[in-house]
Each structure stands twice: as structure tokens, then as C-alpha cells.
């Protein structure tokens, strides 16, 4: 099949009319994703068009393949290596699809920017053709445990609450004004809660899959301490409102845990109960 660019837009409204669809005739939907020389890390523009194929609300009917592949300029070993990097990124991001076989395939005959690419196959599980040596990948069904620190009426040591509403700026550790509302929240629950310590875990968006604990720079220090410094942060705010700083810890988590929802939700920081004195 010819690869045809086609915009965001286009992609969005396409899966919408796919996921409409999904009881007609045979049907398969090619997504390319496009990437610079050597790089294999997911783009704003990459999770923008995976969005599209996540927003497919009858995930079960699908199959999905994954296939990565670079241009010939290089190494061929640090090619196949670069085309698995690119499909492993892809595939992790779609984990709640059932995935066929993906792989990186190393490079294409040609030194062509579009070749530099990850192709997803999306089609109906009706109309798949086994191949002998094919790998299944059943869909990993994460359940959201949506708990805000109000809702934590007897906490209790290791309970850890996702502050889903502070929000950082791209590349700094400076708290968007939208945050206030759960800062605010988050304080009131400490101030209700004197007998508990707690630490703060700071989180990146848009790591390393294969180097997770290498954070990222912060642009406002040039300091590599990113997460870290988001966890700072909200330790500042609470201890300037009143809060002890010896019930507090902070700590930077990098790219460990991603939670593959995209980067304004991996810019963030949640708060773990240490104690319960």
C-alpha cells in the first residue's frame, strides 16, 4: 500500500467513521507515524494521531500490528535495532488493543525520509489471517483508580493519591494556575490529617522506554532533575501554606511510570502515605 499523508484531522474523523463501521465489509486502516534520522522516541504529532486509534470505543473487535522499519542510511544491526525501538514505543502506548505480531523489520531499500516510519494495521479480528509463528499480545485492561485526597477518609500507610489536577508547564517545574483547585484540596486533606507523612513523587513526560531513570532537563535551572524539581514544587506550596516539612519527602521518578495517556498527564505529581502516627 502507498503511503499517503494525510492530516490529524483527516486521521480523526477516518477512525470515527471506523469505529461507526465496524460491522461492514473488510476493512483495514493504515496509520504511519514519520520519525527524524536515529530517533525512535514518540512526538506530540506521533501521540496526537495515536490518540485517534485510541478513541475506537469497541477496542475488542480489533486487531492491531505494529510494524517499525528505518530508511538504509546506517548500520544494518543499528537499524533492526532503531525499527524495533520505534514499534516497541507504539506498541506500548496501544496496550489496551489486542497486538499481532509487532515488530521492528530494520530497514527499507532506500535512503527516503518515509521510510524512517512505524506502519499500524488496524482491522477487524473477522478479517484476520493467522500466520504461522504470529505473536498474540492480549489487551492489557488497566482499571483508573480516580481518587481525589478528600476521598481518603482513613488513610492509611502505602494509600497513594493521584493529584490529576496539577498541571506543569512543558519542560519546567512551574505549576500551571489550573492546579489551584486541587492544591487547595490537597492542603485542606493535610491540614485535616496531621498524623500522616507523606512523599511526593514528581513524574516526566516524554522519557526514554529504554533508559526510564534518566530524567529530563529543566529549562528553567538547565539542572536534569525534572521531576524531582516538579515534586519541589508542590512541597514548596504546602510548606509556605503551613505544612511541616518533616511530614514531607519528595523524590524525582523520571519516566518510570508513564501513564500512557499522554504528555499532560505524565507531567505530574502524586503523593504517597509514608506513616500513620
Not at 529549562?219 to 519541589?232: D, I
Not at 504546602?238 to 508513564?258: E, F, Q
Amino acid at each position: 500500500m502507498v503511503y499517503n499523508p494525510l492530516t490529524v484531522k483527516n486521521w480523526t474523523i477516518l477512525f470515527l467513521l471506523f469505529t461507526a463501521s465496524l460491522s461492514a465489509q473488510k476493512s483495514e486502516k493504515k496509520i504511519t507515524l514519520l520519525y527524524e534520522n536515529d530517533a525512535y522516541q514518540l512526538t506530540q504529532e506521533h501521540f496526537t494521531l495515536l490518540d485517534s486509534i485510541k478513541k475506537i470505543e469497541h477496542k475488542e473487535l480489533v486487531d492491531v500490528h505494529v510494524e517499525g522499519y528505518t530508511n538504509n542510511v546506517g548500520d544494518k544491526a543499528y537499524n533492526l535495532e532503531l525499527s524495533r525501538k520505534r514499534a516497541e514505543n507504539v506498541k506500548r502506548f496501544l496496550k489496551e488493543f489486542t497486538i499481532v505480531s509487532s515488530k521492528g523489520y530494520g530497514e527499507l531499500a532506500s535512503e527516503s525520509a518515509n521510510n524512517r516510519r512505524v506502519d499500524i494495521l488496524v482491522h477487524l479480528k473477522t478479517d484476520h489471517v493467522p500466520v504461522d509463528g504470529e505473536i498474540i499480545e492480549v489487551p492489557i485492561l488497566e482499571v483508573e483508580k480516580k481518587s481525589s485526597s478528600i476521598s481518603l477518609l482513613k488513610p492509611k500507610k502505602g494509600d497513594k493519591i493521584i493529584l490529576e489536577g496539577i498541571r506543569f508547564y512543558t519542560n519546567r517545574d512551574v505549576i500551571m494556575d489550573e492546579s489551584k483547585e486541587t492544591l487547595e484540596e490537597l492542603l485542606l486533606f493535610l491540614e485535616t490529617n496531621p498524623n500522616i507523612r507523606f512523599k511526593l513523587l514528581g513524574h516526566i513526560c516524554c522519557g526514554d522506554w529504554n533508559n526510564p531513570v534518566l530524567d529530563a532537563r529543566n529549562t528553567r535551572t538547565g539542572k536534569r532533575n525534572l521531576s524531582e524539581a516538579r515534586a519541589q514544587a508542590v512541597r514548596n506550596y504546602l510548606v509556605k501554606n503551613g505544612i511541616d516539612k518533616r511530614r514531607i519527602r519528595h523524590l524525582g521518578m523520571a519516566y518510570k511510570y508513564p501513564t500512557g495517556k499522554g504528555d499532560m498527564f505524565d507531567r505530574r505529581v502524586e503523593i504517597e502515605i509514608t506513616a500513620v502516627e
